[in-house]
């Protein structure tokens, strides 16, 4: 006399609510994505800027710089974007790259 009993995954209302769940968690997920992207590109674009400042300001090919500052955090690529004005030789902004990293590694 007992009626059986349907799995809870094969109901109407679950599988309603399972796509109604997988598209906020798509658009969710777009947003947070886009933001991410946001950041990872004006990072990108302002490394690129004080490599492209520092390879003009010494007359040195970009390609020594950009390995260089990669690793440094963002902040520290702007500060030296601030120091550069003060810096005579390619060397100095080398070596002031050097001490952020054992700076940053401590």
Known sequence: MFVPLTPLEETRSYKELVAI?????IKLGK?????EG?????ALATRRTIARMIARRFNINIRRVIPR???LPINDVIDLGDQLFLMKTFSEAFQWI??????NSQ
């Open 21 to 25: 769940g997988k598209k906020e968690g």
């Open 31 to 35: 947003k947070d994505g886009k933001k």
């Open 38 to 42: 946001k950041k990872e590109g004006e």
């Open 69 to 71: 500052i990669r690793s």
């Open 98 to 103: 050097d001490d952020r990293k054992k700076e």
